[in-house]
């Protein structure tokens, strides 16, 4: 497991972007649920965000790739609208632990 942030750095109902070991993750915090996932969008193959840590659409109820507006749903990462319906975000395995957010990375 690698340490992600602290999850005082990640409040609620917002999303951030992070790079470790060159692999780019995003972090999201709904409701007090981390969900973290590759930042790579299935269908292109791209980053999601659209400006630095800005990966949810403006209600902030799902993940939304800039490049083409596909909306990803936040808890389990599935494509719900857009080019690549049902196609899955990767997910990553994360846990908490005194206040920390730490990852599984998947090997490179």
């Excluded at 969900?35 to 902030?60: A, I, M, S, T």
């Amino acid at each position: 497991m690698h340490l992600l942030c602290s999850l005082d750095t990640l409040p609620a109902d917002t999303s951030k972007g992070f790079l470790l070991n060159d692999i780019s993750l995003v972090a999201i915090n709904k409701h007090g649920n981390i969900h973290v996932y590759l930042n790579q969008c299935p269908h292109r193959g791209v980053p999601l965000e659209w400006q630095p840590d800005q990966f949810l659409d403006l209600d902030k109820n799902f993940i939304q790739c800039a490049t083409h507006g596909a909306l990803f749903r936040i808890e389990d990462g599935e494509c719900i609208a857009g080019p690549c319906p049902g196609e899955m975000l990767t997910s990553i395995a994360s846990k908490i632990e005194q206040g920390q957010v730490w990852v599984n990375l998947p090997c490179t």
